[in-house]
């Protein structure tokens, strides 16, 4: 029923499945930063947005929202991306395409990152995003596990054709619950949780998705209620604009960026059998509105 689905996508699906089967393993150990305390096995990143200070070039970094200062830490923020892109192009090469060779790879590049004690990621992102002079790491570092998404579909994939090694299944979910439970119970996880902007939805999109391939009932809810009770009411205004992406310097960015998490977060629940698209506050305000109203400017 899988394959079925493919159609003319088969040769671009192949395309990169043969290019997941040349790449990586990828583990936060290859690559490490010099200016963090973080153990080898702890994901670190450095703010985007954050710059040494030209009048104190010793002291704390100064925010220029928009401009991306390039000499950053970016190591573990590229690997956990390329990592998740190859585990989803892996998991569709073995589900839809029966390319047994993604089988083995994948499970070379699962355990790697989220097995083996020596290579693994440590389940929290306590240094993500950190701004030097200010902080070891915050909240908003989460945004950089947003690729994690595709890496659970990925696992989701090889699960379902019946390609995932019992042990390393029980492994990687067994991670995502306790990166799950990090993200829903931790100081910068909670304060992620309640940003008010495209990171909270961004969070809720990500607990979504962890909760369906972690089976916790519990943490799905979670998500679903966050959506109505918080994201929509909060971000979404009468006419559909999200005020607080429009304050950034980079302000379609932002809106399409927060579209695009609110998308994803309904799509996994309208797979758990959740209709979040046609939601609506007692005043009327949906996400098809905000779509309705960023749309010209996309245009």
Known sequence: RL?????????????????????????????RPKRSTSSPNDYYSEAPYWWPDPKNPDGPYIRKDGERYAARF????????????????????????????CDGRAAKV???????AKT???????????????????????????????????????????????ALATAVRAWFAAYLKWMTTSPKGLDEKKAGNNHATWWTAQVAAYATLARDEA???????????????????PDGSCPKEEARTRS????????????????????????????????????????QYVMPYVL
């Open 3 to 31: 394959r079925a689905a493919v159609g003319p996508h088969k040769t671009a699906l192949a395309k990169r499945a043969e290019a997941a089967l040349k790449a990586g393993p990828w583990s936060v150990t290859f690559r």
């Open 74 to 101: 970016l190591g573990n923020r590229t690997d956990i991306a390329d990592m998740s892109e190859a585990v989803l192009a892996l998991g569709m090469g073995a589900a839809l395409l029966g390319d047994q060779r």
């Open 110 to 116: 699962l355990d790697t990152w989220f097995a083996d």
């Open 120 to 166: 693994r990621m440590n389940p929290h992102l306590e240094y993500g995003q950190a701004v030097l002079g200010h902080n070891s790491g915050r909240g908003a570092g989460m945004i950089d596990t947003v690729a994690l998404i595709r890496c659970a579909q990925g696992v989701a994939l090889l699960d379902a054709a019946g390609k995932l090694d019992g």
């Open 219 to 237: 943490a799905k809810k979670l998500a679903w209620e966050h959506y109505r009770t918080h994201l929509v009411p909060s971000q979404i205004q």
């Open 252 to 291: 379609l960015s932002y809106s399409t960026m927060n579209l695009d998490g609110f998308s994803v977060l309904c799509r996994i629940a309208q797979t758990n059998g959740v209709d979040l698209w046609r939601f609506r506050t007692p005043t009327g305000i949906g996400v098809e509105k905000a779509f």
